[in-house]
């Protein structure tokens, strides 16, 4: 396939809705997303569940209405982080982002309310109700939601903490994101002193020069000390509502609801990172080798990514855009044309800019059946995976588009195997295709930094968080604590492998501070080896793989991950044993490194 376009780096929104923050459009579609919600209120409250053989066709009716209004309210809520990602001092973009979280809530306490009625249904009664004919495409959504909700507090204490939630919890990611917004960060370059968002600086740290590296990341840890009481603040608050909130229902482990969320055994979770342990000392030796290149004894936690050869090689958007297409289309083509129509339709927002939040996001709109990708594109190795990585995402959504709305629900853990993959298609063809020696050894390289990060990155991030928790049932962690756990927390993830390590780290990533998802950590590196099984089982597979790989994302929304991987991929995710044959195939990739 030929890609010779050249694509922009801004995305269109007016074609969803016209006007920006300030689209009548967009406000005249809230108001139709708030009247359903309103009508699906009504018909959850008239709904009795103890006539439930005479009141099926009404139960059907509020599943129907549901679906419309979830679509609908995903469509909102993608728009709003559209309009506040790309403009960090749009006001009437943080108005609208209070709206989406009101509305949230709203929707939270309407579904409580029905939860807890399907959870009153006798249990004999109750499998009448999932072989209906009309929802018996729902069964498992509905039947997850009904033993979740006999875990939870009434109805009445439940739809209270989701209105109490809106500004004693969100409010706080809220507060951080607007402190992020506008932050800037002072860097030395040519003899003169220029401001950039956090996010521009951030893309400075690949840099090859060691000194200017150190001098970046300096900079860049000085804006997050300067702001540290008040992170310190949003995340003790945070996890406090949390903690609360789980004491009333009566649980005691912080990991009981990230692991719902995510549809995951906790014997799942444990074997994944006991594998990941036990092959910590290969990426280690990836990490001393890269400090003798380096010229160093050992790295620093910014050294991490820098490059190997003075001259760090750049790819201009289009050419980055069409090293994806080009590498997609050789293992799915239909994966090839979805992008294709991405870069050409203006679904991704790439630019270069000031005002922007940092990070990247994929966000779908179910409504209009369209998806948009945000992120920061300087040119870097980096960002072309960052943006392979995205377009993993919006290709997700994109075949499951024609699945009843219920079933779009799928988990973060398999919403990243999804962009991992995408990844590692780019990642895995580009090493293949290297025209030389020095050429493959970065590109190898590229590949297990992905490692480095999910194994080591990642799990500092899971260790930091589970501790924190286990300090902050105790009381509020003071700014110094908050350091030394996650010192503690990089040195035993990294193996105590580097010279130098980034306390700050609590604060500068914007995860820790998310309300919609509990521990957003562990479920990358779950998606990244889960990725690696399929990429494995995609090799061994004949040209009908691309159809089975499809049907494995269409299943995402409608299983638990261990019954998706046993009927995908036959394989056990509670034993060690797939975990371990993936990490197997990253280690070959630090070995073939070493060796060049």
């Known amino acids: 396939m030929q890609y010779t376009r050249e694509y922009e780096k801004t995305w269109d929104l007016d074609v969803i809705f016209p006007g920006g923050s300030d689209s009548n459009e967009f406000q005249t579609y809230l108001e139709d997303v708030q009247s359903r919600m309103e009508e699906l209120s009504t018909s959850v409250q008239d709904f009795d569940p103890n006539d439930i053989e005479n009141n099926m066709s009404t139960l059907s009716n509020i599943v129907t209405q549901l679906e419309t209004a979830m679509k609908k309210l995903r469509e909102s809520f993608a728009f709003i982080s559209c309009l506040s990602a790309q403009n960090v001092k749009d006001a009437n973009a943080k108005l609208l982002v209070g709206k989406r979280t009101a509305l949230g809530a709203k929707m939270g306490g309407i579904r409580t309310v029905l939860n807890q009625k399907l959870a009153s249904i006798p249990d004999e009664a109750w499998k009448n109700v999932l072989q209906h004919d009309s929802l018996q495409e729902v069964s498992f959504v509905l039947n997850e939601t009904r033993e979740a909700a006999k875990e939870l507090l009434t109805s009445e204490q439940e739809v209270l903490i989701n209105d109490l939630a809106v500004d004693g919890y969100h409010a706080w990611g809220q507060m951080y994101e607007t402190i992020v917004g506008n932050m800037s960060v002072d860097i030395e370059e040519d003899g003169e002193v220029k401001s950039y968002s956090v996010g521009q600086a951030a893309n400075k740290l690949s840099n090859p020069d060691p000194e200017f590296r150190k001098h970046v990341f300096q900079q860049i840890s000085k804006a997050w000390e300067s702001n540290a009481d008040l992170f310190s603040q949003t995340l003790n608050h945070l996890a406090g509502f949390r903690i609360q909130k789980y004491k009333h229902r009566g649980w005691d482990n912080v990991l009981k609801e990230p692991l719902s969320i995510n549809r995951m055994k906790q014997e799942t979770l444990d074997a994944m990172w006991n594998a990941i342990t036990n092959n910590k000392k290969h990426f280690v030796n990836y990490l001393n080798k890269k ?89 870097t190795s980096s960002n072309i995976s960052t943006l392979a990585h995205e377009l993993g995402h919006a290709y997700h959504q994109h075949v499951m588009n024609d699945i009843h709305g219920l079933n779009q629900g799928y988990a973060m853990n398999v919403a990243e195997t999804a962009s991992t993959f995408a990844e590692m298609i780019v990642a895995d063809a580009s090493v293949k295709s290297a025209e030389s020696k020095e050429e493959k050894r970065e590109l190898l390289e590229d590949k297990v930094q992905r490692s480095i990060a999910f194994f080591m990155n990642i799990h500092a991030r899971f260790l930091f968080e589970t501790r924190f928790y286990e300090e902050r049932k105790q009381g509020m962690v003071s700014v110094n604590r908050l350091n030394e756990l996650m010192l503690e927390a990089q040195k035993e993830a990294y193996c105590d492998a580097l010279e130098e390590y980034d306390p700050n780290f609590w604060s500068s990533k914007l995860h820790f501070h998310i309300t919609g998802t509990p521990f957003y950590n562990f479920p990358y590196t779950f998606g990244y080896l889960f990725s690696l099984g399929i990429y494995a089982h995609a090799q061994k597979s004949d040209k009908s793989f691309e159809d089975d790989y499809i049907a494995l994302l269409r299943d995402t929304g409608r299983m638990d991950v261990e019954d998706l991987a046993k009927k995908h991929l036959n394989v056990d995710l509670t034993k060690p044993d797939f975990w371990e044959d993936a990490i197997a195939l990253c280690v070959k990739d630090v070995e073939e490194f070493i060796s060049l």
């Open 291 to 379: 400090a003798e290149l380096l010229g160093k004894d050992k790295l620093s936690i910014y050294d991490i990514g820098a490059p190997l050869s003075n001259s760090v090689k750049t790819s201009s958007y289009t050419d980055g855009a069409n090293f994806i297409l080009k590498h997609f289309a050789e293992f799915s083509p239909k994966m090839a044309d979805f992008s294709k129509n991405a870069f050409e339709k203006r679904w991704i927002e790439a630019e270069d800019r000031a005002g922007k939040r940092p990070g990247g996001f994929c966000t779908s709109f179910p409504d209009s059946e369209q998806t948009r990708v945000f992120m920061t594109y300087s040119g």
